[in-house]
Nanobody, 124 residues
C-alpha cells in the first residue's frame, strides 16, 4: 500500500556533493518521523539523520556539518544533501518513515516503512 522510492545516489569524487531524495506514495494518512540510514559492506545499518514531523533534526556525529536532512510535507518527500563527501561515506543509503495508512473500512494503521536503498560511492 505504501512505497518509499529513493533516488540520487551514484559515484562522486571525494569532496563532492550528492542530494538523495525519498518519496512516499500510497494511501497515506500522515507521515511522522523520516530518516536516512546507511550500511557499508560487512557493517550494520546505522542512522545518518532523521527529521520529525515539525522538522526538528538530529544526525550522526560523523556527518554533522556536512549532511543536511530536510523534508517537503506537501510532496511526502525527505531529502539528504551530502557535501564534502569522504570515501568512508560509501554505503547503501536507505530512507525510512513512520507512516499511518488508511486501510479498508477507514481503519488507520501506522508502522515503519523502508526504501529499497540507493548506492553512494565516494572514490577518485
Amino acid at each position: 500500500q505504501v512505497q518509499l522510492v529513493e533516488s540520487g545516489g551514484g559515484l562522486v569524487q571525494p569532496g563532492g556533493s550528492l542530494r538523495l531524495s525519498c518519496a512516499a506514495s500510497g494511501r497515506i494518512f500522515s507521515i511522522s518521523a523520516m530518516g536516512w540510514y546507511r550500511q557499508a559492506p560487512g557493517k550494520q545499518r546505522d542512522l545518518v539523520a532523521r527529521i520529525s514531523s515539525n522538522s526538528s533534526t538530529n544526525s550522526a556525529d560523523s556527518v554533522k556539518g556536512r549532511f543536511t536532512i530536510s523534508r517537503d510535507n506537501a510532496k511526502n518527500t525527505v531529502y539528504l544533501q551530502m557535501n564534502s563527501l569522504k570515501p568512508e561515506d560509501t554505503a547503501v543509503y536507505y530512507c525510512n518513515a513512520y507512516i499511518t495508512v488508511v486501510e479498508d473500512a477507514g481503519i488507520l494503521r501506522g508502522r515503519i516503512y523502508w526504501g529499497q536503498g540507493t548506492q553512494v560511492t565516494v572514490s577518485s
